[in-house]
């Protein structure tokens, strides 16, 4: 029988219209802050072009030039661009395409040449007229961005991505522009005209491989033809041999500041493609536009400001519940768990985005339906070590191992397979890291073994290698090896937090197995280092 291959990538696909907080969402899983790199489907990486606007073409520059000169002095010139104000009526004065008949070729080039030059000319001044104080583009330029993969369709050749939409606007936005045109754009960039793109292409972060990433643009317009390239994308990903091929999860994202939070074309998805195996999460992200509306509606006479913004959270949590997750649970695929996220986009707040994002990860954890699928989640997920130690504890190892009764400090070999069964969830795990922990925790542990009956020794030994592994295994540690292991055992048992381990678990010792494997949890995350605390991760 040929062994299952283990995938090495967990793979999503992430769907969502612009300005989802997709970009928000990926960083916060990966905890990164930076470019992903673009790979097609044969591994190969692709190099993102990205071209400035292309200036209208002059075939006779020297008439432009001419016609230019033309005019007594430069003030003639600016004095053809109206006042501000009349800025609508420029930009509607743009000539049309005009196409000759046969002889007036000669006789229109002239006069499209010098109304295109005169278009671009009005089109320079009218910018700097309106161009925002360099203060308040200072203020945005730093500002979340979007996932924006402008790529090519699988139908095309590949397409440059644009900084900017190549025709000028219908009208002046008077609004703070986007960088200037000749710089390259980040390929994470919020747009509602998010263009071309390839599904199948992958986006992987340098500082995290432990995820693969698909990016689809949704369904903001009810175009059948993108919801059949999901759909044939989904049934291909499945239909490949591979477990590292295939699919894993489906974040789906709504945002929840949309008048509609679902679109026909969204009910469709939901209604008409069947996934499989594959998980699909409901993500709801900027919820805290529901907590704006809930606030107005609370706010009132004889209701006080705090108290209103105190009630909000919940009124929007319980109005959602009401009105929207009926309408989920209704579809014809339903959507194996839904996440809100609240405040993803305040960067001075990780401990927040930490708590939402975790959330996802838990949920998307659950929704799993094998093993191999849940380690390697878990193991790539950069958000929160506490995820980590709450998988390693409520897989029930540890409490089987007491319920055995097994003497860890008699049976090696019993004792390296629990310690390896815990291991196995955290990441940067190195082949001997549990023979290194047992090594290491044999002369600390062997003068309070008499002292512990069978039973606490198994659970202060697991819950010691849950707290060891999330202050030597987690990126944020900044520790490695074998000297990362005792140097972490020599500081949990020069410290109180050996005592107190051992203590709490004795006066839980006797509880019944659901409450005792919570028990075990909240003692596990109380006395971890706080070095792997929210603070030490880097979050968009």
């Not at 489906?250 to 026909?264: G, K, V």
């Amino acid at each position: 029988m040929a062994e299952i291959e283990r995938p090495q990538r967990f793979r999503i696909l992430i769907i969502g219209r612009a300005n989802a907080g997709k970009t928000t969402i990926l960083r916060a899983v990966c905890g990164v802050d930076e470019e992903p790199e673009v790979y097609d489907r044969e591994g190969n990486k692709i190099t993102p072009v990205v071209e400035p606007e292309a200036v209208p073409k002059v075939d006779h520059v020297e008439e432009a030039v001419i016609e230019t000169h033309e005019a007594p002095n430069p003030g003639e010139v600016v004095s053809e661009v109206p006042e501000t104000h009349h800025l609508e009526e420029v930009v509607s004065e743009a000539p049309t395409a005009h196409h000759p008949a046969h002889g007036e070729a000669h006789q229109a080039a002239p006069a499209s040449t010098r109304s295109a030059f005169r278009s671009v000319w009005r089109s320079i001044y009218a910018r700097l007229l309106c161009r925002p104080p360099v203060s308040i583009l200072a203020a945005h330029l730093g500002e979340p961005e979007e996932l924006n993969l402008a790529v090519s369709s699988p139908h095309r050749a590949p397409a440059p991505i644009l900084a900017t939409h190549p025709k000028e606007p219908e009208e002046l936005n008077l609004a703070p522009s986007s960088p200037p045109r000749g710089e390259p754009k980040s390929i994470l960039s919020p747009s509602s005209l998010r263009g071309e793109h390839r599904i199948d292409y992958e986006l992987r972060f340098p500082s995290n491989p432990g995820f693969v990433f698909h990016d689809s643009r949704g369904f903001e317009s009810g175009a059948a033809e993108e919801l059949e390239l999901v759909r044939k994308f989904i049934q291909e990903q499945a239909a490949l041999g591979s477990m590292n091929k295939q699919l894993h999860a489906i974040w789906y994202c709504f945002p929840a500041e949309s008048n509609r939070l679902m679109t026909a074309a969204e009910k469709e998805f939901f209604n008409n493609i069947d996934t499989g195996r594959v998980p699909v999460i409901a993500v709801f992200t900027k919820f805290d536009a529901l907590d704006s509306a809930a606030f107005t509606a609370l706010s009132g006479p004889g209701v006080p400001f705090e108290a209103a913004k105190a009630m909000a959270p919940k009124h929007a949590t319980e109005k959602f519940n009401v009105e929207i997750l009926p309408l989920m649970e209704s579809l014809a695929h339903p959507p194996k768990a839904v996440v809100c996220l609240r405040n993803m986009h305040d960067r001075k707040t990780p401990a927040v985005i930490q708590k939402a994002v975790s959330e996802l990860v838990e949920r998307t954890e659950a929704a799993l339906d094998t093993n191999a699928l849940k380690i390697l989640l878990v193991q790539a997920q950069c958000v929160n070590v506490e995820i980590c130690m709450k998988v390693a504890v409520k897989r029930g190892s540890i409490m089987r191992a007491a319920q055995g009764q097994v003497d860890p400090m008699i049976s090696n070999s019993q004792q390296k397979k629990l310690i390896m069964k815990i291991f196995v969830w955290f990441p940067s795990i190195w082949a001997r890291a549990a023979d290194a922990f047992i090594n290491a925790l044999t002369p600390w542990f062997s003068p309070l073994a008499p002292s512990m009956a069978p039973p606490l020794q198994a659970l202060f030994v697991g819950i010691t290698a849950v707290i060891i592994a999330a202050d030597s295994f987690w990126p944020s540690s900044d520790k490695h090896g074998r000297q990362s292991i005792t140097t972490s055992l020599a500081l949990y048992f020069q410290s109180n937090r050996a005592d107190h381990v051992r203590m709490a678990i004795s006066e839980h010792l006797h509880c019944d197995e659901s409450s005792l494997k919570e028990s075990l949890l909240q003692i596990a995350l109380n006395n971890h280092l706080a070095s792997a605390g929210p603070e030490s991760i880097a979050l968009s």
